[in-house]
């Protein structure tokens, strides 16, 4: 089973940028979809961005258009969340997550592989 890691989190003024990165132990062509979830305290998880198909455009839910943009570097394993312009609404613990079926369930995927997760915090 692929192992996720995300790194990048932290502190930041309202305004402010981060950039998270998630690095798999395996290729991004193994699974069908790869993405980020976040999870504020007392709610269910949500999407942030995912790409849905290998190859196609990433999805990115109506809240965070704009303000988010996912890449990845296949030759190092690797998922990158950049955001900009956070809110303190933006507070959350971000999973990155892999999935082969990407059947939606809840708050992920059906068969979805997790990372531990990395916190972002942002302060007004």
């Known amino acids: 089973q692929v192992r996720l890691m995300e790194s990048g989190g932290g502190s930041v003024q309202a305004g402010g940028s981060l950039r998270l990165s998630c690095v798999s132990s395996?290729?991004?062509?193994?699974?069908?979809?790869m993405g980020w979830f976040r999870q504020i305290p007392g709610k269910e998880r949500e999407e942030v961005a995912v790409f849905y198909i290998p190859g196609a455009l990433p999805y990115y839910p109506a809240a965070m258009k704009g303000r988010v943009s996912i890449s990845r570097d296949s030759a190092k394993n690797t998922l990158y969340l950049q955001m900009t312009s956070l809110k303190p609404d933006d507070t959350a613990m971000y999973y990155c997550?892999?999935?082969?079926?990407?059947?939606?369930?809840?708050?992920?995927?059906?068969?979805?592989?997790w990372g531990q997760g990395t916190q972002v915090t942002v302060s007004s």
């Open positions: 997550a892999a999935s082969v079926r990407c059947m939606r369930t809840g708050g992920g995927w059906t068969d979805a592989t």
């Open positions: 395996e290729a991004a062509h193994n699974y069908n979809c």
